[in-house]
C-alpha cells in the first residue's frame, strides 16, 4: 500500500511540473506583453519576458516573411513590427492550403496555433481570409476563456500540489478536473468552431453558415483545410493519464484507512504553494488592469456583428422566358465576379510582411488595401489627398459603413489622422 500510495505523489508531481513548464510559467510570465505591444507601451515590458519567450520560442514556427536574423528574438521581432505569437505549448493547429502557397515553404499549408491564452502563426494573414469569406477575426474566438486561462492554470497547479501535499477526499475528488482537461479544451475549441460558422458578417465572397472542421480536412471556400492536435494536447492528455493514475492509486492506497492527519510540516507547505499561486494570481490580476484587458475585450465583442437576418413574403410569380434569362444572365456575372474576388484573394494572401509598416495599419488597413497601400480588394490608397482620405473614413465611421465597422469602431480620430500620415509617406518608401 505505501509503494501505491509513494508512486500516486510521484505521478501527481509529474502531471504538475508537465502542467507548469508547458502552460503555467510562459501564460503568467508572458501575460499583457502582446497588449503592451499594441498599445505602443514596449517600455513596460518587464525585462524577464524577452529571454522567457525566446526559451520557448525555440523549435517553434515562425512566418517566412520574418527576415532570419530577427528570428527567436523578442526584442528585434518588436522593432521591426513582426507578427509575435504567444510562448505556450500550441494545443490544436489548424491550416489552410491554396495555390499561392508553395508546398516547399507550406507543406501543410497556411498555419495558426491554437493555444489556452492566445494564437500564434501566421494569424494577420489568416484574418485577411477570414474578412473576405465574412467570419469574425481569429482574436475574436475563445476570447473570455483566453482571459481567464492565467488564473484557471494557476489553480490547477495549485489542486494537484495540495493532493500531493494532503490526504484529503474533497481534494482528492478534484482531480477529475485534470482528467477532463482534454475533453473540456476539445468542448470549449468546438463550441468557438460553431460560433466562427454561424456568425457571419458579409465579406466579398458569400458562404452559407457552416461548421468549420474540428479535426481532418474540410473545405472553406476554394481553400482546403486542416485541424489536428499538436504538443500541447498531448501534454493535456499526459496531465490527464498521470492525474487519473494518481487518484487510483491514492484511492486504493487510502481505501481502508483513515486520513492521516496533516502535520505542520504539510501545512507549512501548504501556505508556501497557497502563497506562490496567491502571488501569481495578484500579478496576473494588476496586469490586466494595467492594460485595460476589460476594455479590450468589450471594444472586440462589440465589433462583431452577425449578419441581420429579414424575411420578405412575395406573391409567387411565374418568370417569363426573357426573365428567366436576364436571371440566368446576372447569376453568370455574379458567379464571374465571385471567382475574380477569389483569385485576387488567393493573389494577395501571403504578401504580408515585407514593407515595414506600423501595427495600427498592420492589423487595421493592410488586409484590404495592401500591406503599401497598393490595392488588394479594397481600393488603392497610394496617391489620395490627405484632407480626401480624413473625411472619407470620418464618413465611414459617423455613418457605420458595413465593410470598416469592425476597424473604425475601435480607432480615435488621432489614430485615424495618425495611420493616414502614414499612408502618405508610403511612396516614399
Excluded at 520574418?66 to 494545443?91: A, C
Amino acid at each position: 500500500m505505501k509503494v501505491a500510495y509513494w508512486l500516486s505523489k510521484i505521478l501527481a508531481g509529474a502531471a504538475l511540473i508537465v502542467l507548469m513548464y508547458g502552460f503555467v510559467v510562459p501564460s503568467v510570465g508572458f501575460h499583457g506583453t502582446l497588449e503592451r505591444i499594441k498599445d505602443g507601451k514596449v517600455e513596460d515590458i518587464p525585462a524577464y519576458v524577452y529571454p522567457l519567450w525566446n526559451f520557448y520560442q525555440k523549435d517553434r514556427y515562425i512566418s517566412i516573411n520574418t527576415p532570419q536574423k530577427v528570428r527567436g528574438d523578442l526584442r528585434k521581432m518588436i522593432e521591426i513590427s513582426e507578427e509575435i505569437g504567444v510562448p505556450s505549448m500550441p494545443v490544436w493547429k489548424f491550416s489552410l492550403e491554396a495555390p499561392n502557397y508553395p508546398k516547399e515553404a507550406f507543406p501543410y499549408g497556411l498555419p495558426v496555433f491554437i493555444h489556452f491564452d492566445g494564437l500564434s502563426g501566421e494569424v494577420h494573414e489568416m484574418n485577411t481570409i477570414n474578412h473576405y469569406v465574412g467570419m469574425a477575426h481569429m482574436e475574436r474566438g475563445g476570447i473570455y476563456e483566453r482571459a481567464l486561462a492565467p488564473y484557471a492554470l494557476i489553480m490547477l497547479a495549485l489542486l494537484l500540489a495540495l493532493f500531493m501535499i494532503y490526504d484529503s477526499k474533497w481534494i482528492d475528488f478534484l482531480m477529475a478536473i485534470p482528467v477532463l482537461l482534454p475533453f473540456l479544451f476539445m468542448g470549449i475549441y468546438g463550441y468557438w468552431l460553431y460560433w466562427f460558422g454561424h456568425t457571419l458578417q458579409s465579406g466579398a465572397i458569400t458562404i452559407k453558415p457552416f461548421m468549420p472542421i474540428l479535426l481532418g480536412d474540410g473545405k472553406v471556400a476554394q481553400f482546403t483545410t486542416h485541424a489536428f492536435p499538436v504538443i500541447g494536447f498531448w501534454a493535456l492528455v499526459s496531465i490527464s493519464v498521470l492525474s487519473l493514475a494518481a487518484w487510483i492509486l491514492k484511492v486504493k492506497a487510502c481505501k481502508n484507512h483513515v486520513d492521516r492527519q496533516a502535520t505542520f510540516l504539510r501545512h507549512g507547505l501548504a501556505v508556501c504553494v497557497a502563497i506562490a499561486a496567491l502571488w501569481a494570481g495578484l500579478y496576473t490580476l494588476m496586469t490586466d488592469i494595467n492594460v485595460n484587458t476589460l476594455a479590450k475585450i468589450s471594444a472586440i465583442v462589440g465589433t462583431t456583428k452577425p449578419k441581420p437576418v429579414t424575411e420578405t413574403i412575395v406573391q409567387p410569380q411565374i418568370p417569363s422566358v426573357n426573365t428567366q434569362e436576364m436571371i440566368e444572365k446576372e447569376r453568370e456575372a455574379e458567379r464571374k465576379e465571385q471567382a475574380l474576388k477569389v483569385k485576387a484573394l488567393e493573389e494577395r494572401a501571403g504578401s504580408l510582411g515585407k514593407f515595414k509598416v506600423s501595427p495600427l495599419y498592420k492589423s487595421n488597413c493592410a488586409p484590404c488595401h495592401g500591406v503599401n497601400g497598393e490595392g488588394a480588394m479594397g481600393t488603392k490608397l497610394l496617391g489620395l489627398k490627405q484632407e480626401a482620405m480624413v473625411q472619407k473614413l470620418l464618413e465611414y465611421k459617423q455613418q457605420q459603413e458595413e465593410m470598416h465597422i469592425a476597424v473604425l469602431d475601435h480607432m480615435s480620430k488621432e489614430e485615424i489622422q495618425s495611420v493616414i500620415d502614414e499612408i502618405s509617406r508610403f511612396e516614399a518608401q
